[in-house]
């Protein structure tokens, strides 16, 4: 086994979370922002059997894919793995990672997947943030916790956040110190403010701001927000959550609307859509306009199409394909996302939309109903060999399916390789400076 001391070693891989891989003869070593070729002095920071991790201790050989991180703050809050590589060597990874994982988790040999189409300016792209507040020195402090912590790392700007959220930040912590709001303490609990979480619309310039506290009012609430909204005016609404549990879930069940109307409308491809603080909403906008193109246009859609819009969320893809095909069911667990997903129906009046609140498997297997064309956009998890079997029983002439995880997309691929072609694998970068990838698939049936 390893000890945990100084190694010397090259990078041969990138890991499916970003790091480089360096092998010796006790296994594999992960190297946080160790890229592919360079070679380094490594302090092996957890020495595990076969498996271990460290960080750079010093660089002897550089990439030339090799930049400045723009984050002060990259290493320590571990959630860019990429930002200290060219743009071009995160998009040539994601592209990579699908490839292996098609083969090795999927055994499929001869499939070609396209370049990743990524963005023109990888930065600022996020539409949520959700910001941890504490103090230090007494002073209030926000930013992220240290990667595994709950260490507050004070930062003033994310470089993948909307940058309207950095200004709006600074003013909660200026109002919470000239009002004597003390941020939550998680090992006392006491204190007022726990999380603020932002939301902006790309399309409509519209930002909430979502106070979320650990008591149910404070002194000088009203004044508080009056200000707040005189400090930044571009604020459109702004919510008071209350989470009084000991937990990790950021928002809390009950919530008031202290200013604007509650929600804020976000637009994708001509569609409305309205957004409250708990809507799943893609965090991407400029992304999930290419993605969802992209997913639209593979489905070659006709006039008198029946379509599954399977995982459905608020029923975006369904409410964007209901205008080109005769009919749209929608199927989605969670039901405040269903409820939101008629209430987006409504907003667009779109009516040849369906919308029901179940878990996929059961209702595909419940009735086998017919449909032309399926479009799938399953979690991370992926699908079940149930559902997909069920698919390759209605036998619908294409599907598409929509994943955040390569691993799991080329599990049930196998499973469906046999009733269907694959056509095409895009990928997309929805995720900037993060190891995480989509990828939309095109399969015809045979
Ligand atoms: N297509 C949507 C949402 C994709 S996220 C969009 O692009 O916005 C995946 C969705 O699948 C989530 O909304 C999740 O709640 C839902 N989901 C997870 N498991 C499910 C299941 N077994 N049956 C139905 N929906 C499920």
Redesign the pocket.
Same mark, same amino acid.
């Given at each position: 086994m390893l000890k945990k001391n100084i190694i010397k070693g090259k990078c041969v891989d990138i890991s499916s979370e970003g790091k480089g891989v360096i092998k010796t003869v006790y296994g594999v070593v992960f190297v946080d922002s160790l890229l592919l070729g360079e070679e380094a002095e490594i302090e092996i920071t957890y020495a595990g059997k076969g498996v271990s991790y460290g960080v750079i201790k010093r660089l002897i050989s550089k990439s030339t894919d090799r930049i400045q991180p723009k984050c002060p703050i990259s290493t320590a809050c571990g959630g860019c793995v990429f930002q200290n590589a060219s743009y071009e060597y995160e998009l040539r990874y994601k592209k990579h990672k699908i490839e292996e994982d098609l083969k090795r988790i999927g055994h499929l040999d001869n499939v070609i997947v396209e370049d990743v189409i990524g963005m023109d300016n990888p930065e600022h792209y996020r539409n949520k943030i959700q910001v941890p507040f504490g103090k230090e020195n007494k002073r209030v402090v926000y930013g992220f916790y240290k990667a595994k912590t709950h260490k507050i790392i004070p930062v003033k700007q994310c470089n993948i956040e909307d940058t309207k959220s950095g200004p709006i930040l600074k003013n909660i912590a200026l109002l919470m110190e000239k009002f004597h709001i003390d941020p939550y303490n998680e090992d006392y609990r006491t204190g007022i403010i726990r999380h603020v979480l932002i939301r902006t619309s790309l399309s409509t310039n519209e930002v909430m701001v979502v106070l979320v506290s650990n008591v149910d009012t404070f002194p000088g609430r009203n004044n508080f927000i009056k200000e707040l909204v005189t400090l930044s005016p571009e604020i459109s609404t702004i919510i008071f959550n209350v989470n009084k549990r000991d937990t990790n879930v950021i928002l809390g069940e009950s919530e008031k609307t202290l200013y604007g109307k509650g929600y804020i409308t976000d637009e994708i491809l001509g569609l409305k859509f309205n957004i409250s603080s708990k809507s799943?909403?893609?965090v991407n906008p400029i992304q999930v306009q290419k993605l969802y193109g992209e997913a639209i246009r593979l489905a070659d859609l006709k006039k008198d199409d029946v379509l599954l819009?399977?995982?459905?969320?608020?029923a !975006?893809?369904g409410l964007l394909c209901a205008p080109h095909v005769k009919k749209v069911t929608s199927?989605?667990?969670?039901k405040s996302?269903v409820i939101n997903a008629h209430n987006n129906a409504k907003l667009n009046n779109i009516q040849n939309i369906e919308i029901i609140e179940? +878990?996929? !498997?059961e209702y595909i297997n419940k009735k086998l109903p017919h449909f032309d064309v399926v479009i799938m +956009?399953?979690?991370r998890k992926g699908s079940t060999p149930e559902f997909l079997n069920a698919i390759k029983t209605i036998k619908p002439n294409r599907l598409i399916y929509?994943s955040c995880e390569p691993s799991t997309l080329a599990r049930d691929l196998e499973i469906l390789s046999d009733k269907f072609t694959i056509e095409k694998v895009q990928p997309v970068d929805m995720f900037p400076r993060s190891f995480h990838v989509e990828t939309i698939v095109s399969l015809k049936l045979k």
């Open positions: 799943f909403f893609q819009d399977a995982y459905a969320g608020v !975006t893809i199927v989605e667990l969670v996302a179940a +878990d996929c !498997t +956009d399953p979690p929509i």
